[in-house]
């Protein structure tokens, strides 16, 4: 051990060990934050989200929550909170007004915070309305011309009103959020008389609790529940957050990758260098009497050395880099909020330190380890180095159990290792191709300057083609990371445009259409569309009664069997609908066709030709698939699961509901149109479009911390791959100036080798980019292919210039060492 540490020590002082040394660091480094990071973001983002929700996991019922179901949750350790909402008139003096009753339990909410006011004071956080008080929204206040204290009569009891109700947390942004609001104590809803056999209720059961004892409950009462009911979690009941966290989570996998990826490269390269630098030393140790055994164990034991060095700082730089993100991101990650784990990311730094060693560095050392000791006498004997397929096969495997180590994603791992791999292989047999050709057609004729690097390029085919495939999977890596996120921002920023729909109104009468229409003219807001709603009820496929044809094999308890759907009419695609299969018909006569949404479809087993009957009010109305449509549930704009040609459903009485925009400084449209239109219900959405908002912002905050990392690991990538041929270029240069080669020609030679060598990676990076990131984008992040057309100019100009800097930066010693001291070292 003492031997090694002096051994190792000169290498340090001589700088030949840093480039590993940082490498390895900087692989602990970012798997150790980026683990840390992306499990508290997570972490974070779950619960920013789950204020949506008001809860970690809500049940919803029709029917009353049943006991066991609480016991159970009472089990495993959940804070609970009931919700209880329906439709009812409240009176005050001559005044009645329809409104929307949510009945609340102590606690309630678990997540979020519910704000109310009183006059112009807030109301202190936890606040909820005594039993006999209750809570009324701003546009209740103005349609009632009430004040505080005011009594109003709700059901067979009187309530005293003491606050403005100004969020709730849980507000659902769907056409079940009836408005107006008012909130009551739950210990009222039973004298107040209004619930009775027959009336329309949803039952909610909101819990909260440590992450696994959530996940566990949910497993468990998944396959338990009875008709009626429905679990909702971050991801499945607000897929406007969901899809984005899933997003997010995905991209952290993905910059993980490229990460360990860069940095297990530049670990492969470096170790390299290492190893052929040592040729000489291990030969004359063996000259000395040095056994192969004992000198092995030496460099083992200055692998364990730079190996502990690694995990000791990069996990140091990893805990500071997660501090300063924390920090960068204090709003969106509370550090009092988060349980802290550094067990997992301190194992995996150490596994990563091991695994990247053990795949990218050990094949090197293998080759060093069977240095013949004839080369003191014989400088051109090279070890046996091991086989290729032995030396591929070691790092993929090291590289694969890394990425699964990272991501816990096999499919993406086995996508990225087995595809790249693939195309890795196939990209070496045409470089190969390239620089034989290069050699046949241009050995003979002189080259200008600018192509003087071609020589050198062809003359040594295996490394060049190593150094441009390095280098290019370093820019596929750092390009696939920065497109990604490019392609992600946006998607999100699509999803929510500054004047998205804040505000949905539906129960619009036929007649009152054109007036409602003008209504919002006068106030500067203009509508799209109003939308027909005709409520039916599927009953039958090709016959057979829906419930006995879905339920016979799965979905017992999917929501559309159990209540009515919002049918509507439509002579062409709707917006923002894409066409799967089929076509769009409007006949004029009998049979109608419908155009059904395809997850829906899915769930119910039908498909094209299949013929649904649907029951109205008025009467059937049968129907054959015609067309499969894809809906985007995430934007805030009015979606259907059925689309009708207009002649269908003529007959059938409709309303009518619309999206549009309210500008925060014109809000008094609202009690203006409430005013006008009593009957009208309207949906305000702004404050869950303010907090998805925010969610999808720290999130593109977070994204592009992450960057970080990985283009300090490109960094080290395009270091480790000029290093690599350096000694030799450095002897080359020194021979050449031997012969008479001036300064300047040497530099024009270097200068032009380095510049192709990355342009040339550069345009195999975008090759690869493209092909990796349409696979991405179609199998993982649900995105359409994008066609990078700007990187095919940028990356091999960007490509041939670093590299061409960097190159020259690092080889100007040569130019001022003498040739003589060179050659002599050599």
């Not at 670990?267 to 040592?278: C, G, P, T």
């Not at 934007?635 to 459903?649: E, G, H, I, K, R």
Request: aromatic share 6%; hydrophobic share 50%; with cysteine.
């Amino acid at each position: 051990m003492k031997l090694a540490w002096r051994l190792l020590s000169r290498d340090i002082r001589a700088g030949e060990i840093w480039l590993l040394l940082a490498a390895l660091i900087l692989a602990v480094a970012a798997t150790t934050s980026l683990r840390f990071f992306s499990a508290s973001l997570e972490q974070g983002l779950t619960r920013q989200a789950a204020s949506l929700l008001g809860a970690d996991l809500v049940l919803d019922s029709s029917r009353p929550l049943r006991p066991e179901v609480l016991k159970e949750a009472s089990k495993h350790g959940l804070q609970q909170a009931t919700v209880t909402e329906f439709s009812s008139m409240i009176q005050y003096k001559d005044e009645f007004q329809l409104a929307a009753v949510k009945a609340v339990s102590a606690g309630y909410p678990l997540r979020g915070e519910l704000q109310a006011r009183r006059d112009k004071t807030q109301l202190p956080a936890g606040s909820l309305p005594a039993s006999g008080t209750l809570w009324l929204d701003e546009r209740l206040f103005g349609l009632l011309a009430i004040g505080f204290d005011d009594e109003v009569q709700l059901g067979d009891i009187r309530l005293r009103v003491t606050a403005v109700l100004t969020s709730e947390p849980d507000r659902a942004g769907n056409f079940s959020a009836f408005a107006p609001r008012a909130l009551i104590n739950a210990a009222d809803v039973e004298a107040a008389g209004l619930i009775q056999p027959g009336s329309r209720v949803q039952y909610r059961l909101l819990l909260a609790g440590p992450a696994k004892a959530v996940a566990d409950f949910n497993d468990e009462l998944k396959p338990k529940l009875a008709i009626g009911e429905r679990l909702q979690d971050v991801a499945s009941g607000r897929s406007e957050v969901g899809t984005p966290l899933a997003r997010a989570s995905d991209y952290l996998s993905i910059a993980a990758i490229a990460a360990v990826i860069l940095s297990g490269l530049a670990v492969a390269l470096a170790a390299r260098r290492h190893a052929e630098r040592h040729y000489d030393t291990m030969a004359l140790m063996r000259c000395l009497g040095a056994s192969r055994r004992r000198v092995q164990g030496i460099y083992l034991r200055q692998l364990g050395l730079i190996w502990a060095v690694a995990i000791v700082l990069g996990a140091g730089f990893g805990a500071l880099a997660s501090q300063l993100l924390f920090q960068l991101l204090d709003s969106m990650l509370p550090t009092a909020e988060l349980d802290f784990a550094w067990q997992r990311p301190l194992l995996t730094g150490i596994a990563t330190a091991t695994l990247t060693l053990l795949g990218f560095a050990l094949p090197a050392l293998i080759g060093l380890f069977r240095v013949s000791p004839l080369r003191v006498i014989r400088r051109e004997l090279a070890p046996n180095s091991p086989g290729l397929i032995a030396v591929t096969a070691l790092a993929l495997s090291a590289l694969a159990a890394l990425l699964m180590l990272e991501t816990g994603r096999w499919q993406l791992t086995l996508l990225l290792v087995v595809g790249g791999s693939a195309l890795a292989f196939l990209l070496t047999i045409i470089l190969r191709s390239v620089f034989v050709l290069l050699r046949k057609t241009f050995a003979e004729r002189s080259l200008p300057n600018a192509l003087l690097g071609l020589r050198e390029l062809w003359r040594q085919p295996q490394a060049s083609t190593l150094q441009i495939l390095a280098l290019s999977i370093g820019m596929t890596a750092m390009l696939l990371v920065t497109s990604v996120r490019g392609e992600l921002i946006t998607a999100w920023q699509s999803k929510l445009p500054a004047n998205a729909p804040n505000q949905f109104a539906l129960g619009i009468d036929a007649h009152d259409t054109a007036e409602f229409r003008q209504t919002l003219a006068d106030a500067g807001i203009n509508i799209d569309a109003l939308y027909p709603v005709i409520r039916g009820r599927l009953t039958a496929i090709n016959g057979e009664s829906v419930v006995t044809a879905v339920t016979k094999d799965k979905e017992p308890n999917l929501e559309a069997l159990n209540r009515e759907l919002n049918l509507t009419i439509s002579d062409t695609l709707p917006l923002g609908n894409e066409l799967l299969e089929g076509e769009w018909a409007n006949p004029s006569s009998a049979p109608w066709p419908v155009s059904i949404e395809s997850k829906l479809a899915e769930k119910l087993g039908v498909g094209l030709g299949d013929r649904l009957m649907f029951t109205l009010a008025e009467g059937d109305v049968e129907a054959t698939v015609s067309s499969l449509r894809k809906v985007d549930w995430d934007s805030f704009q009015p979606n259907f699961y059925m689309v009708f040609p207009p002649a269908a459903l003529a007959d059938f009485p409709a309303t009518y509901l619309t999206a549009f925009h309210v500008p925060s400084g014109n809000r008094d449209v609202l009690n203006t149109l409430l005013q006008r239109f009593p009957t009208v219900v309207l949906i305000d959405v702004d404050a869950i479009m303010t907090q998805v908002r925010k969610l999808l912002d720290d999130v593109s905050r977070a994204i592009e911390f992450v960057l970080l990392f990985v283009l300090a690991a490109g960094v080290l990538v395009l270091l480790a791959c000029i290093a690599a041929g350096q000694d030799q270029r450095r002897q080359e240069a020194a021979l050449l100036r031997a012969l008479g080669a001036s300064r300047r020609q040497l530099m024009q030679r270097g200068l032009s080798e380095m510049i192709l060598l990355g342009g040339m990676a550069g345009l195999l990076a975008v090759v690869l980019t493209e092909l990796l990131a349409a696979a991405l984008y179609i199998t993982l992040l649900d995105l359409p292919p994008t066609w990078h057309g700007e990187l095919w100019l940028i990356t091999p100009l960007l490509g041939a210039a670093l590299t061409g800097l960097a190159g020259m930066a690092a080889t100007r010693k040569v130019w001022r060492t003498a040739p003589a001291i060179v050659l002599r070292d050599a």
